[in-house]
C-alpha cells in the first residue's frame, strides 16, 4: 500500500509569484484535504476536496485554490504569494466522505516566500 | 467554529515515566484523531478515536463523546515520544477538520 507522498518538499518564492504543490493520495483513498501549518501552531484547514469537487473550506481567500484529478490525486495553487503564506503545507486523504473517517498524512511541503 | 483546546501546552518527563494528555473539544464531532509531529513535521497517526477506549503498545487513548473530552496515555515514557501531538476532530455540521493547540513533548533520558 502506497502512502501520501507530496512534492516538492522544499520550495522558495518570491512575494507576488504563484506556486503549486502536489499530492497523490493513498492507494483506495478518494477524498484529499489540504492544511496549512505556521511555525509553532497546528495545522489550519484550508479545503477538502472529494470526487473532483471541493467540498469543505477552512477561512482562506480565494487566491487558495485547489483541484482533485480523476486518480484522486491533488493540487494546492496559492497566487500572489504573501510572506505570511511562508508554512509547511500538508495534504491528507482519507477513503470515504463525512461521517468519520480516519486521514492519513503526507510529509508535508515546506515553503518560504522571501 | 469549534474550539480545540489541549493540555498542558507543554510537558518534560523523565524517561520512564507516564502521562496524560487532554483534548477539549467544545461541540459534537464526527471524527477524532489523535497524531504525533516528528521533528520533520510529518504527523503519524496514533489513534482513530471518536468514541471509546483503545490500546497500541505504551499508548491508549480514551474519548468521552458525550462529554467532549479525549485523553491519550503515554506509559514508560521514552526519548523517542518527544515532540508534538495533536488531537483533530471533524465537526458534524460540515466536513471541516480542526487541530488542537498541541502539546510540546520532551522526555530526557
Known amino acids: 500500500e502506497t502512502g501520501v507522498t507530496q512534492s516538492p518538499t522544499h520550495l522558495i518564492k518570491t512575494r507576488g509569484q504563484q506556486v503549486t504543490l502536489r499530492c497523490s493520495s493513498q492507494?483506495?483513498?478518494?477524498?484529499v484535504s489540504w492544511y496549512q501549518q505556521a511555525l509553532g501552531q497546528g495545522p489550519q484547514f484550508i479545503f477538502q476536496?472529494?470526487?473532483?469537487?471541493?467540498?469543505g473550506r477552512g477561512n482562506f481567500p480565494p487566491r487558495f485554490s485547489g483541484l482533485q484529478f480523476p486518480n484522486y490525486s491533488s493540487e494546492l495553487n496559492v497566487n500572489a504569494l504573501e510572506l505570511d503564506d511562508s508554512a509547511l503545507y500538508l495534504c491528507?486523504?482519507?477513503?470515504?466522505?463525512?461521517?468519520?473517517?480516519?486521514?492519513?498524512f503526507g510529509p508535508g511541503t515546506r515553503l518560504t516566500v522571501t | 467554529g469549534i474550539q480545540v483546546e489541549q493540555s498542558p501546552p507543554d510537558l518534560i518527563l523523565q524517561e520512564g515515566a507516564n502521562s496524560t494528555l487532554r483534548c477539549n473539544f467544545s461541540d459534537s464531532v464526527n471524527n477524532l484523531q489523535w497524531f504525533h509531529q516528528n521533528p520533520w513535521g510529518q504527523l503519524i497517526n496514533l489513534f482513530y478515536i471518536p468514541s471509546g477506549t483503545k490500546q497500541n503498545g505504551r499508548l491508549s487513548a480514551t474519548t468521552v463523546a458525550t462529554e467532549r473530552y479525549s485523553l491519550l496515555y503515554i506509559s514508560s515514557s521514552q526519548t523517542t515520544d518527544s515532540g508534538v501531538y495533536f488531537c483533530?476532530?471533524?465537526?458534524?455540521?460540515?466536513?471541516?477538520?480542526?487541530f488542537g493547540t498541541g502539546t510540546s513533548l520532551t522526555v530526557i533520558p
Open positions: 491528507a486523504s482519507s477513503s470515504s466522505l463525512g461521517g468519520g473517517y480516519e486521514q492519513y
Open positions: 483533530a476532530v471533524e465537526v458534524r455540521t460540515g466536513n471541516q477538520f480542526y
Open positions: 492507494s483506495g483513498h478518494n477524498t
Open positions: 476536496y472529494y470526487r473532483e469537487e471541493e467540498n
